[in-house]
């Protein structure tokens, strides 16, 4: 094995506060050093950091590496399998034994038929702003309402629940509650879904979580699935509007180009994905000892892949620290690659090329209303990195 290793001592690290849309100094530096270096996980284990495109999305693909919790190399102690239904954390064949029946149901024929709900939601989420006065905190009246509806309505959260539903996810995964409250929230948010699964057996709806009651997943299996689309769906699709919304306030030639043209649209989508890669990273672990870029990966050891570092591989994208709506950003791995593929990922993007044009249609002057410096972001610890509020403001009409 070579000596001359490139090493990350700590996981993870602080983010510029003058770039807060790039991946911590000390991430980029070990890209520059190669595609893959040693580091400490935050449990004190030692494992690997990969940083490079071609590398992250060649471990994606390969079966010898596994997503599995149980397998977890990371703190001293043994951590349990995934419950029942939580499929982000097996392997396959108990992987696709979930995955198999809700992937006709996001389909993109599918997804665009969602569009004119999500239209209408947001119609609705923009009309609330503007009643409100001429000034919002993005995050509260725009980001978390669209995708937080979009998921009831896929799974089917009676209208009359919905208010303390939202309460209990945004609770328990926005960060901003003490450990009590995250527990109890979580604990409630299983006990909903509990419910609402045998409520969907009893009285099937037109709703997916419905449709899968018509299959041989079991109750406990059909809570798992549940938690995981809200766990997988809310967060990540909220932050990248929140985010990306400041992305673009922070680049007004973009967002002056994405306002004048709507076919910037699509492209813009991916392009904030590749930028932000709010999901920044994800593990792995080596189920035998394999060759990886030049090291040897032990048998049991974790990795740490760096979607965010990849997506700003110069090997891959040219000039890949600047924001460009026009560039050719597919083939990032926002999304990830390979069995874990996102599912939801026609329906994010729905959600996204309908709320950005929404937005800048409806406030062409919209506008941050504190300075830059004082957006608070999240700690690069959180698993989804965002913005906690956006204090923005816009002209009376
Ligand atoms: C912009 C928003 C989103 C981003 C950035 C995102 C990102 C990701 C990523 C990176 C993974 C793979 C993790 C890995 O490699 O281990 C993933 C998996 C997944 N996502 Fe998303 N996601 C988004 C929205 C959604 C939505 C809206 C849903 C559904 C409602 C969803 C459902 C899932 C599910 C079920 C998985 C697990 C797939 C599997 O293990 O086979 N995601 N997502």
């Excluded at 499929?87 to 064949?93: A, E, G, I, Q, R």
């Excluded at 709506?325 to 994010?348: D, E, K, N, V, Y």
Aim: proline letters at 7%.
């Amino acid at each position: 094995m070579s000596e001359s290793v490139h090493t990350v001592t700590a996981l993870p690290t602080e983010r510029r506060t003058d770039c807060p849309f790039d991946p911590p100094a000390e991430l980029l530096d070990a890209r520059r050093h190669g595609p893959i270096s040693r580091c400490t996980h935050p449990g004190g284990k030692p494992g690997w950091l990969v940083t490079g495109y071609e590398l992250v999305r060649s471990v994606l693909a390969d079966p010898r590496f596994s997503s599995r919790k149980d397998l977890l190399n990371v703190v001293d102690f043994e951590l349990p399998p995934a419950p029942p239904g939580e499929f982000l954390l097996m392997d396959d064949p108990e992987h696709s034994r979930y995955r198999k029946p809700l992937v006709g149901r996001f389909t993109v024929r599918r997804m665009r038929m969602l569009t004119e709900r999500i239209e209408q939601i947001t119609a609705e989420c923009l009309d609330a702003m503007e009643a409100g006065g001429t000034s919002a905190d993005l995050v509260t009246a725009f980001a978390k309402p669209i995708p937080t509806i979009v998921i009831c309505e896929l799974l089917g959260v009676p209208y009359e629940d919905r208010a303390s539903f939202q309460e209990q996810i945004d609770a328990f995964m926005g960060g901003e509650v003490s450990d009590e409250e995250l527990i109890a929230a979580y604990t409630a948010t299983q006990e909903y879904l509990a419910r609402l699964v045998a409520a969907k057996r009893a009285h099937p709806t037109d709703d997916v979580l419905s449709e899968l009651t018509d299959s041989d997943l079991t109750d406990e299996e059909l809570k798992g699935i549940s938690l995981i689309l809200l766990a997988a769906g809310f967060d990540t699709t909220a932050n990248m509007l929140s985010l990306g919304t400041y992305a673009l306030l922070r680049n007004p030639d973009q967002l002056a180009a994405l306002r004048a043209d709507p076919s910037l649209t699509d492209g813009a989508v991916e392009e904030l994905l590749r930028y932000l890669s709010v999901a920044k990273t994800f593990h792995r672990t080596a189920l035998e000892d394999v060759e990886l870029g030049g090291q040897t990966i032990a048998a049991g050891t974790t990795i740490v892949l760096s979607y965010h570092t990849a997506n700003r591989d110069p090997e891959r994208f040219a000039d890949p620290h600047a924001l460009d709506l026009s560039r050719q950003a597919a083939g990032h791995l926002a999304f990830s690659h390979g069995i874990h593929q996102c599912l939801g990922q026609q329906l994010a993007r729905v959600e996204m090329r309908v709320a950005f044009r929404a937005l800048v249609d409806r406030f062409p002057a919209l506008r941050l209303a504190v300075p830059a410096e004082e957006v608070v972001l999240r700690p690069e610890s959180a698993d989804i990195f965002g913005v906690k509020s956006l204090p923005v403001a816009w002209d009376a009409k």
